[in-house]
């Protein structure tokens, strides 16, 4: 059922509309292909991606700064494979990781042709926890760029998802209303559940079908938000 007082649409970035764990993945190959060829790809991101997502966990609450995270995160790694490996090294695949992470630019399916049924209709927003400069790469090198009004970043806001200041922050960059916004992300706990607790509607992108709570609105592909909007 479509809504028709919706008139601002705010979205996540990673793992919404980027497709962070292709990226990455290729960012740590090509980082790892170069420079530590004895690394094997498969293994080392089938333990980063859950120490990743359980580090951004705590930087979202502030129990870690953003330096820690993308130190923690290697580390983390990097001992459960048992693979020895000095700080000052681990400091130098941090920072080369943030630096190519953002040259890889595959979008989930679906996304050009969405906002490009959104465009004409609706203000299109982001607001993301993610690093500003590092975010702002992704948008504008995937060319995702000009379709949004406003990208509202936790630095600029001085909080982070599912904070409601946040949320607060991108409706007056927005000069949108509560009663006319809806927020789309892949985050329960962040996106949905934060917007939903500020007073916006929301909407759960949820690729791979996990167990969500019930009465949350939900699509499994970004082409099914068109039965919504």
């Known amino acids: 059922m479509k809504n028709n007082t919706i008139q601002h649409v705010f979205f996540d970035l990673d793992h ?4 962070f764990d292709k990226n990455s993945e290729m960012a740590f190959a090509t980082l790892f292909e170069k420079n530590h060829p004895e690394i094997a790809i498969n293994d080392f991101i089938e333990v980063y991606a859950p120490i990743n997502q359980a580090c951004w966990k705590l930087y979202q609450y502030d129990l870690i700064s953003h330096e820690e995270l993308r130190y923690k995160r290697l580390k983390d790694s990097f001992d459960a494979l048992n693979y020895a490996i000095p ?3 681990i400091h130098q695949i941090a920072e080369d990781y943030i630096s ?3 040259d890889n630019n595959h979008l989930f399916d679906g996304t050009i042709e969405l906002l ?3 465009n004409p209709k609706y203000h299109l927003h982001i607001i993301t926890n993610g690093f500003a400069n590092v975010q702002y790469k992704k948008i504008t090198n995937s060319k995702i760029d000009t379709y949004f009004k406003t990208i509202t970043n936790s630095e600029m806001a001085g909080v982070k998802k599912p904070n409601p200041i946040i949320f607060q922050y991108a409706l007056d960059l927005a000069q949108a209303k509560k009663e006319n916004s809806i927020m789309i992300g892949d ?3 962040a996106d949905v559940q934060g917007a939903i607790d500020f007073g916006i509607k929301a909407l759960f992108f949820n690729p791979n079908k996990e167990t969500s709570p019930e009465g949350i ?3 499994n592909h970004l082409l099914e938000l068109k039965n919504y909007l």
């Not at 919404?16 to 497709?19: H, K, N, P, V």
């Open 87 to 89: 700080d000052s090294l």
């Open 187 to 189: 985050s329960l706990e």
């Open 100 to 102: 190519i992470l953002p």
């Open 16 to 19: 919404t509309l980027w497709d």
């Open 217 to 219: 609105i939900e699509i």
């Open 116 to 118: 490009n049924y959104l």
